[in-house]
């Protein structure tokens, strides 16, 4: 076997590997061939027909040249390094192929082979052999089982598909290579060209995170479209498009919409939570489009590069027939959207302009004989109407109309500021003219007035997605009034598990919820039939008994719940009815008595709150209609903890019930600010108690007076689940254990937190307080202002991913105007597949030479530790001398690096 060299490289950089698949200098084919047909054949000719300025080594140990091109044995055989490997041997080559690109420093890796995990252990073997060689160093690969990439900018053709793709702006990914066959044939009959084709196959290594992350940083690309058939690694998928979807689109089609739920769970929430339905919560947090058919995909993509995204989902049409103008009502309803409403002072425009019979509603039909004229200041009225989110146009080619005149006249309206303007030109050769001017004007035209209509509703639905981006929710923070008793919840949790339990019992799945402050209807244990009588007579009639197991869930199916007791011979019947009923049923080591409770008067809403886990994102919220219906009724919405206030509404907003809960028919809206609190309250519980794997509140009873969580049921991880498998959540909660106060020497009092995204203007803020040293000594390079607080820059500096990177700011209170100012930003960033993460701190000109730099470094090396990081390391100007004295105070240790006047500051941990 060939030996490999210990790797050597200090900084390992995830975009490394991809910078050399994407724009490498040089490519090797592993198994090229002039086979006709073959794969090797077909990728080597197409990197020859698309010259990207470098050189192409086939490599064959049988062959002397291949396509008139000299031909190597081996790697070890180049005249130079290479940045590429292309692998086409067959699979159980590839582990010694990737050694020896290892041994030859390669860093970048297409394996186009199949014959992997899709065969079963064998194969799967493989891959983990594979990815050790990989990760170990430092490689990046895309596949197996892969159609390959082309990067047309660059014109790289490193795929066996028949042509190169067009260049232009949209980066099209896709997991299925045949799709990308399909699409790029499509592509070249509509004109759309490409700043990125890629097939990833089996995602061994290089996953959606990664090119997201990649393609989010190239200039480029414009906007990032996904053909989806699993999700791989959800975190780092939702963590880089939680960042990138802020500069950039990413729009997803997604198949499996209808499949079924993998596998049928223990509670009515783990039947509800579908992969689907978890996967469209997912991205409705992450700012992600998703939508159901391919053409969509890239309309889109043109929409959204075109017109602004409209802040809400209400529609002006404007149309020449009535017929169109009904089918686009109905395209609208249907998905979400909503008709705008015409205000009076916007009619009485209309009609000083319209005929007579015009519809004088919405949509608005200005008849068959509109001209140029009318149709512009039609849409001009209307645009200026504040209840309208969004514009229509509708052109029918009917004798008295002129598409053409018509389009021209309307391009003067194509960018009005914070509303879309769409339009569906319809017809055939009339219409065609005009239907080309009015998209060279960046006035997007469709064929027909629902698709049209479609493109708004997920306008509107994307834009909605977006905001979601920018809700940072953190855990509620403990206060003399509510810290949630967590020792209490730890003691229920070790105790059923030392027992053998996966299922708390409902008495104990209550008080698990009132740690919680979530409210409980009164309970009481009853182990005896004299027990039962004389906790109802503490309690009051009339009360409701239930059945006590720690084995049984649902007690309706046993007939473990008995209602409206109202005197002590009825209490001892429930008993023994409920006792007589799990003895023949279940046997009596499943009967442990009942519990007493109160009959709650039901004069408000059954609701039902819950969480389960998807094996994909962690745990799940549950918000929608409860009772015993909850399955029949199936009106529920999902979301992904942690929730604040905004998120926990949101949630509720996507429910049929909610309409009710606001009040209907002469009743009183529940207490919804209460239940916000409460649905934020259970997302803590969830986050904070990783060993419960289901829990429901089922009904939680809602009225305009109270919330009262009448039943409950928790479900523990068994004993094959060990702490560090425990699910994690996908989205990390706000780190507020990093907030701390602190007093500089001058007597300031300051305090340390994670940064925010409404930070961002006191980031810029602080950054017209920096001086050009200053400046220099951070970024190691002149930065002028502009460019600095330029809002794409700072909006990302500022909303972090704090499972990715931590930055701390120190705030204090202007003296002078007491509002809140920073005085320095630390931050530790995390280096994807390593365990190690590259520090950063800029201070204030005005507060330098207060102690303030190494109470940040002090609080970074500890956020590092927390972290679990081995090490940390930063790069420091030569002349930087107040930070080299620091750093070395601080234990690190100092040494050059090839580039002239930069050190390397490093801190084992």
Not at 270 to 283: E, H, I, P, Q, R
Not at 326 to 344: C, H, R, W
Not at 393 to 418: S, W
Not at 550 to 563: A, N, R, S, W, Y
Request: hydrophobic share 40%; charged share 20%; with cysteine.
């Amino acid at each position: 076997m060939q030996q490999v060299p210990p790797n050597t490289q200090t900084l390992p950089s995830a975009a490394q590997g991809l910078n050399a698949i994407f724009a490498p200098k040089n490519v090797a084919v592993i198994g090229a061939t002039e086979r006709a047909g073959s794969v090797g054949r077909t990728i080597l000719w197409n990197l020859i027909s698309s010259p990207f300025g470098g050189t192409i080594y086939p490599v064959n140990p049988t062959r002397n040249s291949i396509l008139g091109i000299r031909a190597y044995p081996n790697l070890a055989a180049l005249p130079e390094q290479v940045d590429l490997a292309v692998i086409v041997t067959p699979a159980r080559s590839v582990p010694n192929v990737m050694r020896e690109c290892a041994a030859n420093g390669v860093k970048g890796v297409i394996i186009i082979s199949a014959g992997f995990k899709e065969i079963g252990a064998e194969g799967a073997a493989l891959e983990t052999e594979i990815l050790a060689i990989a990760r170990e160093y430092n490689m990046r690969i895309v596949g197996p089982n892969c159609l390959g990439v082309m990067s047309p900018i660059t014109k790289i053709n490193a795929t066996f598909a028949a042509a190169m793709a067009n260049p232009g702006n949209v980066a099209f990914i896709s997991q299925s290579g045949a799709l990308c066959t399909a699409v790029l044939d499509w592509s070249f009959k509509e004109n759309v060209g490409f700043s990125a084709f890629v097939s990833l196959g089996s995602m061994l290594d290089v996953g959606w995170g990664d090119l997201i992350d990649y393609l989010g940083n190239d200039p480029n690309t414009k906007s990032i479209v996904i053909y989806m058939e699993s999700v791989g690694d959800a975190r780092s998928f939702l963590s880089a498009a939680r960042e990138v979807a802020l500069k950039k689109p990413i729009i997803i089609i997604k198949a499996g919409r209808t499949e079924a739920a993998a596998h049928a769970a223990a509670s009515h929430t783990g039947s509800l939570t579908g992969s689907d339905d978890v996967l469209d919560a997912a991205f409705r947090r992450s700012g992600i489009l998703r939508v159901d058919r391919i053409s969509d995909v890239f309309y889109m993509s043109e929409v959204l590069a075109k017109q602004p995204r409209p802040h809400g989902n209400r529609l002006t049409i404007i149309t020449n027939a009535g017929g169109p103008g009904v089918l686009a009502t109905d395209a609208l309803i249907m998905g979400g959207g909503e008709l705008a409403d015409i205000s009076s002072e916007t009619m009485d425009k209309l009609n000083a302009i319209l005929p007579a019979p015009w519809s004088h509603n919405n949509p608005v039909d200005i008849l068959g004989d509109a001209d140029p004229d009318l149709y512009a200041k039609t849409l001009s009225i209307l645009a200026e109407d504040p209840s309208s989110d969004g514009l229509l146009v509708i052109l029918t080619p009917q004798a008295m109309t002129d598409p053409t005149a018509t389009a021209e006249r309307l391009t003067e309206y194509a960018q009005i500021e914070g509303k879309p303007v769409l339009s569906a030109w319809m017809g055939g050769v009339d219409v065609d003219r005009g239907d080309k001017i009015l998209n060279q004007a960046n006035l997007p035209s469709f064929q027909f007035p629902d698709t049209a209509v479609r493109m708004f509703n997920y306008m509107w639905q994307y834009n909605t997605n977006l905001n979601s981006i920018y809700e940072t929710p953190s855990l509620p923070t403990d206060s003399v009034e509510e810290t949630p008793n967590r020792q209490l919840v730890a003691s229920i949790v070790e105790h059923a598990r030392s027992t053998g339990r996966t299922i708390l019992t409902e008495y104990e799945s209550k008080q698990v919820l009132a740690a919680y402050y979530i409210p409980t209807v009164n309970t009481m244990l009853a182990p005896t039939e004299d027990e039962a009588v004389a906790r109802a007579e503490e309690i009051g009639y009339p009360i409701v008994v239930k059945l006590n197991s720690e084995t049984i869930t649902h007690k309706t199916d046993i007939g473990g719940v008995q209602l409206n007791l109202r005197d002590e011979d009825a209490v001892r019947a429930a008993f023994r009815r409920i006792q007589s009923a799990v003895v023949d049923k279940a046997g009596a080591e499943h009967f442990q008595g009942v519990t007493v409770q109160p009959m709650a008067k039901l004069d408000g809403y059954e609701l039902i709150i819950g969480s389960s886990i998807d094996p994909q994102f962690g745990p799940v919220l549950l918000f929608g209609s409860g009772g015993t219906l909850v399955e029949v009724y199936k009106d529920s919405a999902l979301s992904l903890p942690p929730l604040n206030t905004v998120l926990a509404r949101r949630m509720m907003e996507e429910t049929l019930i909610y309409k009710a809960l606001k009040g209907v028919r002469g009743r009183d809206p529940v207490d919804l600010a209460g239940l916000e609190q409460l649905l934020v309250r259970f997302s803590q519980l969830v986050v904070e108690q990783p060993w419960i794997k289901e829990i429901d509140i089922n009904p939680l009873l809602a009225s305009s007076e109270r919330l009262l969580a009448l039943d409950a049921r928790v479900v523990l991880h068994g004993a094959d689940v060990t702490e560090d498998k425990l699910p994690r959540p996908a989205i990390r909660p706000y780190p507020t254990q990093y907030t701390e106060a602190w007093v500089s020497k001058q007597g300031l009092d300051v305090t340390f937190r994670p940064i925010r995204p409404e930070d961002e203007p006191l980031v810029a803020k602080f950054h017209e307080g920096l001086s050009e040293r200053t400046v220099f000594m951070r970024y190691l390079q002149a930065m002028n202002l502009n460019e600095r607080i330029a809002h794409n820059r700072l909006s990302r500096l500022s909303y972090i991913d704090f499972d990715r990177e931590i930055a701390l700011v120190a705030c204090t209170r202007n003296q002078y105007n007491s509002q809140q100012e920073i005085m320095g930003i630390g931050r530790v960033s995390k280096i994807r597949w390593t365990n190690e993460g590259e520090f950063a701190i800029l201070v204030s000109d005005r507060y330098q030479h207060q102690g303030l730099g190494k109470a940040i470094m002090t609080r970074l090396i500890k956020v590092a530790q927390d972290e679990k990081l081995s090490r940390i390391f930063g790069f420091v100007y030569n002349e930087n001398r107040e930070m080299i004295r620091l750093v070395e105070r601080l234990g690190f240790t100092l040494q050059p690096t090839d580039r002239e006047g930069i050190l390397l500051a490093s801190l084992n941990l």
